[in-house]
Each structure stands twice: as structure tokens, then as C-alpha cells.
């Protein structure tokens, strides 16, 4: 959204200048640098920041060798870059409290909670002095995995908050958390009017269904709509879209995986192995964190054949999801 907040050149022609250098240094291809160059146009409002990263962000998405070359290039310069970045903040902030109109400025990086592996330690742990040169109030959001790393990851940052699932049940009990099921409807119907679903039980199998995933809550809703011809969403509609749902989950479960998920679900809640497959899985959503202090199968793999298989050698478990 545009500020309108005129900010004077001497703010901005320094961070249009780094883009420049950066394109000039990146490569020897005219597309990739007029796909930066077109970003460094002049403005003189406060999209001119977000217009650069959008470009910067565009040309590493296009090309593998690209990505290589730009990320080399911003890790050499980035301290330049925080430098100009650092002018011109509060600049923006003096501006807003002038106008009464906010105290200071947030920014929400969002989408970083999807960097696995090296890519994710790189980024919130051996180059966080990079992120600690801005000098900016700053929300990331980070894979569940590095918060694991509570000693690294601690050190460089004011506040963890660990985000988990809505708790649509205890574990082992069926007796609904009703908060969690009066909330979910509400994230649905204000992007989907109730009239859109033949009957509430519909909904409710579709929440069901999303183990207390927002995420997946809407992805099983637009599953839904890839059903319609026309009218509401029908509870046969509903349980298609949690089927392939399942079949997308079924990519990301290797068949060991079955007993070692059976046997979290089945066991108490402090149960809670911490190791390299659970890591994976709590990344990949097949396990969920359901109250940062206990796991659960999320119930799209549940309903794998691989897992039924695995909870009923198991004696009595999980093997479904929470009541309706």
C-alpha cells in the first residue's frame, strides 16, 4: 500500500544506486540486468523500496545461475546496502510519527519459514550478522526446525514465538477445544460465505480433515471449489478434496516413516523424539506440532494405507482424525 509519503533524493538515490552497481556486477547478460535496472527507476515514494526487492526477488526465481550470481553479489555488498537502508528508515519513521499516523515501522519477512537444510542455518544462524546490521524492528518466520536450535537461534534474536497448530483436540481425547473450532469457520467464512457449503458438517469434516492447519484448511477448500460445477460445496465434494490431499502428502512420507508416526501417536504426549526424521517431518507438516509440547500425524497421512497399516500392528492409536 502506498504511504504517500514524499521521501527527499538523498534517501533514495543511494539504495538506487546500489541496485545499479549490483545489476552492472551480477552478470554479463543485458536480461538480467534490465531486470534489475528496470527496479532502480526513479521514484520518489516509498514503493520504490519494495519495487527494487520485487525485481531483485523476480530475477532470482528466473535462473539457477542468476540466483548463484546474486546471492554472491548481495552477501559481498549487503553491508553497503544496510547502510543506505539505515539512512532512510528513520527518515520514514520521523514522517509517520510526524503525521500521527504510526510510532515506528515492523517488517513482516514472510516465507522464510520455508528454507530447509543449509539454506535455512545460513539464514537465521552463521549469517545473521547480515539481518543485524538493519537496524529495523523485524518479524521473520522461521522453519520449525531451526527453532530446535534454541541455543544458536536465541542468541540473535530479542523474542521466539513458536506458532503451532490450532489444537483441535487433546491428544488421545475427542472432546473438542471448542475455541479452536469456533475460530477455524470464522478464518473460512471471511473468505467464503457460509451459504457456500450445503451444511456446516461439511465445514467441519474439512477442518477436521486440516489437523488445525490454516494452511491446509484453505487448501482443502479450494480442492473443494476444483470439484464444483455448480451449487455448494457437498460433504462428497469435501471428502474427495481430503483424498487428495492425502495423495499429496503420500509424496512426502517414506514408508519407515509409518511406525515411527504411529508410535508418537499412540504414546503420550511428552513423547517427542527429537531426531533427523522427525526434523524432516515436522518440516514437511506430516507430523504437527499441536501445542509446542506435543505431536500429531497430521490427518491427511492418517489416512494412508501405509499408516493404518502401521497403527493397527501397533495395537490401539491415532488412526484418524479428531471427532466431528
Same mark, same amino acid.
Given at each position: ?171 488421545? &481425547? ?117 501445542? &509446542? ?15 493404518? &497399516? ?15
Amino acid at each position: 500500500m502506498e504511504a504517500g509519503i514524499e521521501v527527499p533524493q538523498v534517501y533514495l538515490a543511494p539504495l538506487q544506486e546500489w541496485f545499479r552497481q549490483v545489476s552492472h556486477q551480477i552478470s554479463r547478460s543485458s536480461s538480467v540486468d534490465g531486470a534489475l535496472a528496470t527496479g532502480a527507476e526513479v521514484k520518489t515514494r516509498l514503493p520504490l523500496v519494495g519495487s527494487l526487492f520485487a525485481h531483485l526477488t523476480t530475477a532470482i526465481r528466473s535462473n539457477s545461475t542468476w540466483k548463484t550470481e546474486i546471492r554472491e553479489q548481495v552477501r559481498n555488498s549487503f553491508t553497503d546496502l544496510a547502510h543506505r537502508f539505515n539512512q532512510l528508515l528513520p527518515f520514514v519513521e520521523g514522517e509517520l510519527r510526524r503525521q500521527g499516523r504510526a510510532r515506528a515501522l515492523i517488517f513482516v519477512v514472510d516465507s522464510t519459514d520455508r528454507l530447509r537444510g543449509d539454506e535455512a542455518e545460513a539464514f537465521f544462524i552463521r549469517d545473521i550478522h547480515q539481518l543485524r546490521q538493519l537496524r529495523a524492528n523485524s518479524i521473520y518466520s522461521a522453519p520449525i526446525t531451526i527453532l530446535d536450535e534454541q541455543g544458536a537461534v536465541g542468541q540473535n534474536f530479542d523474542a521466539i514465538e513458536r506458532l503451532t497448530m490450532l489444537k483441535l483436540a487433546d491428544k488421545g &481425547s475427542a472432546k473438542r477445544n471448542e475455541i479452536a473450532w469456533q475460530r477455524l469457520p470464522e478464518l473460512v467464512h471471511k473468505r467464503l460465505p457460509a451459504e457456500n457449503f450445503n451444511h456446516e458438517t461439511t465445514l467441519d469434516h474439512l477442518i477436521a480433515h486440516s489437523g488445525g492447519h490454516p494452511r491446509d484448511l484453505l487448501r482443502l477448500v479450494n480442492l473443494c471449489f476444483q470439484e464444483i460445477d455448480e451449487g455448494p460445496i457437498t460433504q462428497a465434494m469435501a471428502a474427495t478434496a481430503a483424498r487428495r490431499l492425502s495423495n499429496e502428502y503420500r509424496r512426502l512420507v517414506q514408508p519407515t516413516d509409518y511406525r515411527l508416526l504411529a508410535d508418537i501417536d499412540r504414546g503420550p504426549p511428552a513423547h517427542t523424539p527429537a531426531t533427523i526424521e522427525t526434523r524432516r517431518l515436522l518440516y514437511d507438516l506430516v507430523l504437527l506440532d499441536c501445542n &509446542s509440547y506435543w505431536w500429531q500425524t497430521h490427518p491427511a497421512v492418517q489416512a494412508l494405507e501405509g499408516y493404518r &497399516s502401521a497403527a493397527a500392528a501397533g495395537g490401539a492409536g491415532a488412526d484418524g482424525p479428531p471427532a466431528r
